[in-house]
């Protein structure tokens, strides 16, 4: 049976070249990187080189970088730590489209008394800067706005927001655990405090990360313990993953190119056959602004799940934002937020590509879905209308 | 993935008696696109009586196809009145069992069924008609609704609620009035399964009938709650309506045990005993 995997917004395969990299540090090189002695330092000597690459693929100086176990913590560590530990009072804005991960701490921290304020997108997931303008001028902020959205793969203007936010006087963080290693992302240029990234996004294994703070930010710990990582996260570090992870960045600078030509090409092609084999059909989100690799697309009157099973059924995987596949009742909060229609949300399908993916595959799951709709559609109630 | 069994994969793939009879003699519809899932049922009777032919039509995930598909199955050959008698947990049951978050899925089955009979005897709409006071109203589920589907399934959070009406899974405003709802459809099942409410009308309480009645009831209902959270509780004395009681284990001390004494204790007393009886707590 076939094998083709359009889920990469959920997790990468691990990069065979990133597996080897590891490989020396779970059997030699097992050292405690704190140690004063050659079994800690030839190893500690390794996660710098690391923590040299991970900072290179985002222009950022190596003591910028500290290493986490995930893109959550990464974001819990800027925003929680970035509000408590400012030393002076701060409101929270962000949007309603952000991540569980930046969503979870910042209501969290409005629970806990700060004001906080949710920005709206449009019906292509956009959002307003002029709206964000407003939020600022309530009062100095942590803002944590995502470089990319998951789901869409819309890719908000950073650099505008970290404009305003700088001019403002105010602290931006943003999650761009979808972005890095997909688009040019570029800590000097686009002049956030803080970004998230995650190692499984990039080809890792899951449970590395790491969180880039810029030089004076000022930040309470959120791991607290020992002083590992310049105080700024206890815990000994996970140095086989920060390892894999050094790698994995590396290789993602290299292929940031193919990742706007060749992968951009293929999720094209993809979403030009979908909507001339499938009648009803719509892409979600902003075509001009977004992930080279993401394409979210709603099938009327039939439903994610299903569509999901038999996929799998022909070798396929994707995901979706219909309610049945989300663990509540509730379908995704982001195509909710664009005020696309309950019936295409639970339509809704995403396909993320990485650039492991063919040509052919695309072809297959063009074909594969055709057939699915057709036959889902046949078995709905609202499928001939 | 969700943990389906192999006869929901099964009805999923390969969906018996889809479609939509022509010219029916019952039609059964639920749900909306809005809600995200929809069925529509129709059936066909024989001379005699019996469901000849069933169809349906489904939007929904892989347990809705598949309850839909095991429906039509079921009460083929049945008499309408065999039909009426199928519950949600007959539909889970033909299929080895559905995902607790999933039995919403049979239960749209069983409405799907319920609208198509009515609407066959009495020429009602085919569409299922919300009755009485609607308690979801983002799913369109009635109260009556939620207590039939508690009591045939035995549910008792409204967790289980959700999982079984989906009311609840919205927003989630309604959820203290699910709570109420199960409360008393909780405390009516209680008192059905015991003679001792019919024993409260009855003659003025004798004081050992008393007595005999508050230890039962301690029994019954006080002392497993307490139990379960590593308390205990003894009965020291009955003296008029004052019942004297001493609390055990985890109970004795506890920073919260007035609250258990009122809200529990005595709630349960006054229920099941009598209405003027006050509790309060032996003097160590």
């Known amino acids: ?385 | 993935m969700w943990d389906y069994t192999d006869k929901v994969l099964d009805h999923f793939r390969n969906p018996r008696n889809v479609g939509v009879i022509p010219d029916p003699d019952g039609v059964g519809e639920v749900g909306s696109l809005a809600c995200g899932d929809a069925l529509k049922l129709t059936f066909k009777l024989a001379p005699d009586g019996r469901i000849a032919d069933a169809k349906f039509q489904t939007f929904g995930c892989a347990s809705a196809i598949a309850s839909s598909s095991a429906l039509t199955e079921i009460i083929k050959g049945m008499t309408l009145d065999e039909a009426e008698r199928v519950t949600n947990q007959d539909i889970a049951h033909y299929l080895g069992g559905l995902p607790e978050q999933k039995m919403h899925c049979s239960v749209m089955g069983r409405e799907a069924l319920e609208a198509a009979i009515d609407n066959h005897r009495r020429g009602t709409t085919a569409k299922k008609i919300l009755q009485g006071r609607v308690i979801c109203n983002c799913f369109g589920v009635t109260e009556s609704e939620i207590e039939r589907v508690c009591r045939e399934n035995r549910l008792t959070t409204v967790e289980q609620v959700t999982n079984y009406t989906k009311a609840g899974g919205g927003c989630g405003n309604c959820k203290p009035q699910i709570e109420d709802i199960l409360r008393r459809v909780l405390s009516e099942q209680a008192r059905a399964q015991t003679p001792v409410a019919q024993v409260k009308s009855a003659a003025p309480l004798t004081h050992l009938k008393k007595i005999r009645l508050i230890e039962e009831t301690i029994e019954r209902e006080i002392r497993p709650k307490l139990l379960q959270d590593g308390g205990d509780i003894e009965l020291v004395d009955v003296i008029g309506n004052r019942v004297v009681i001493a609390l055990r284990g985890m109970c004795a001390g506890c920073a919260v045990a007035s609250v258990t004494m009122k809200d529990v204790i005595e709630t349960a007393l006054r229920e099941f005993v009598s209405p003027d009886l006050e509790v309060e707590e032996a003097r160590q």
């Open chain 1, 1 to 385: 049976m076939k094998n083709v995997y359009l889920d990469n917004n959920a997790t990468t395969q691990v990069a065979p070249e990133v597996v080897e990299a590891m490989m020396p540090f779970f059997k030699e090189l097992w050292g405690n990187p704190s140690s004063m002695h050659a079994f800690g330092g030839g190893v500690k000597r390794h996660m710098e080189k690391a923590r040299e690459q991970v900072a290179a693929l985002i222009n950022a100086d190596p003591s910028e970088i500290i290493f986490t176990s995930c893109g959550t913590e990464s974001d819990n560590t800027a925003i929680r730590g970035g509000v408590e530990g400012a030393g002076r009072p701060l409101n929270v804005i962000t949007t309603r489209v952000e991540h569980p991960a930046v969503l979870g701490p910042c209501r969290y921290l409005k629970e806990a008394g700060r004001r906080e304020i949710e920005l709206t997108v449009d019906a292509v997931g956009q959002m307003n800067l002029v709206e964000l303008g407003e939020a600022l001028s309530q009062g100095p902020a942590l803002v944590s706005i995502m470089w990319a959205n998951n789901e869409t793969g819309v890719i908000f203007p950073v650099a505008e927001v970290a404009e305003a936010v700088k001019a403002a006087g105010s602290i931006l963080h943003t999650d761009a655990v979808q972005a890095v290693g997909k688009v040019p992302v570029d800590v000097r240029r686009v002049p956030v405090d803080m970004l998230s990234l995650s190692g499984h996004k990039l080809h890792t294994p899951k449970g590395v990360g790491a969180l880039y703070i810029r030089k004076g930010t000022k930040l309470k710990p959120f791991m607290l313990g020992g002083h590992q990582e310049n105080g700024r996260r206890g815990g000994t570090e996970n140095v086989p993953y920060i390892v894999g992870l050094g790698c994995a960045c590396e290789f993602a600078k290299s292929w940031i190119p193919e990742e706007a030509t060749k992968v951009a090409a293929l999720r094209d092609r993809l979403e030009k056959q979908l909507l001339a084999k499938c009648p009803d059909a719509r892409v979600n989100g902003d075509t001009k602004h977004r992930l080279p690799n993401t394409l979210n697309i709603s099938f009327e009157y039939i439903e994610g799940e299903s569509i999901l099973y038999h996929l799998s059924d022909l070798g396929v995987a994707a995901s979706s934002g219909s309610a049945c596949t989300s663990g509540s009742l509730e379908p995704s909060h982001v195509l909710r937020a664009m005020g696309v229609p309950f019936t295409a949300v639970n339509g809704s399908i995403r396909f993320s590509l990485s650039r492991y993916n063919t040509e052919e595959e695309i072809d297959y799951v063009a074909e594969c879905m055709a057939g699915i709709v057709r036959k889902l559609r046949e078995l709905s109630p609202f499928g001939h209308r």
